[in-house]
């Protein structure tokens, strides 16, 4: 257990639908990071958020939102699905800020949430 | 994005020492390199990092070239628990003035074969 924990585990829905996946960052970490795998592609990095402020983007989506919380927990929207966005889904979360540029920031994962799009 | 360079894969016969090689040639003098690994379709699980001087765990030693272009990533007596894809990574700009990512590249599918 890295104590990120990502809920559902498991999620099959349909095309035009939207869901909501949940993360919550191991304890005393601020940082919160999301990030997309397709079957055999790499980590995509969508999006980081630290203390409830957003502060790095990748290639999300505009139908894709997120954010942090006061209590830290993220989530993840992802609307108008389509067959493509089936994939996994991972959290990561660290105790430092992107901002801070001089030293190590460690990144812990979760087990990951396998979203399914019929 | 990616700013490493690893062999798509690699094989290792069990017990030996298996040497996972990484170009990071326009790795900047205050970037860290990180390893990470993701077995099957499991989480990223952090091995190390090192900025410049040779790095070792309970995992993993990192051996980091002088000039900080290219690193060596050295598990001792792999095992097939070992057998995980390895990402060696380094941070990159993001959109946000002053922020950074992690940005992961196809990273090496390490095998241990018995």
């Known amino acids: 257990d890295s104590g990120v924990t990502q809920t559902p585990k498991h999620l099959i829905t349909a095309t035009g639908q939207r869901v909501t996946l949940r993360c919550s960052p191991r304890s005393g970490d601020l940082s919160v990071y999301w990030y997309q795998q397709s079957l055999d592609q790499g980590l995509q990095f969508l999006i980081q958020y630290y203390n409830g402020e957003e502060r790095a983007k990748g290639n999300i989506l505009e139908r894709f939102s997120a954010q942090q919380f006061p209590d830290l927990h993220s989530e993840l929207n992802l609307s108008s699905l389509e067959l493509g966005d089936s994939a996994l889904y991972f959290c990561?979360?660290?105790?430092?800020?992107?901002?801070?540029?001089?030293?190590?920031?460690?990144?812990?994962f979760g087990a990951g949430s396998r979203l399914t799009v019929l | 994005d990616a700013k490493t360079t690893q062999p798509p894969s690699m094989d290792c016969a069990e017990g030996r020492a298996a040497n996972l090689p990484c170009n990071h040639s326009t790795i900047s003098g205050n970037e860290y390199v990180y390893w990470y690994r993701q077995i099957h379709s499991q989480g990223p699980q952090y091995i190390i990092h090192?900025?410049?001087n040779n790095e070792t765990n309970e995992m993993a030693s990192l051996i980091i070239t002088e000039d900080r272009k290219s690193s060596t990533l050295i598990l001792p007596h792999a095992t097939l628990r070992d057998t995980a894809v390895y990402y060696c990574i380094v941070r990159v700009p993001s959109v946000i003035q002053g922020a950074q990512k992690l940005v992961f590249g196809q990273g090496t599918r390490l095998t241990i074969n018995p």
């Open positions: 090192g900025l410049k």
């Open positions: 990561a979360s660290s105790p430092r800020d992107s901002l801070l540029l001089s030293g190590a920031n460690v990144l812990t």
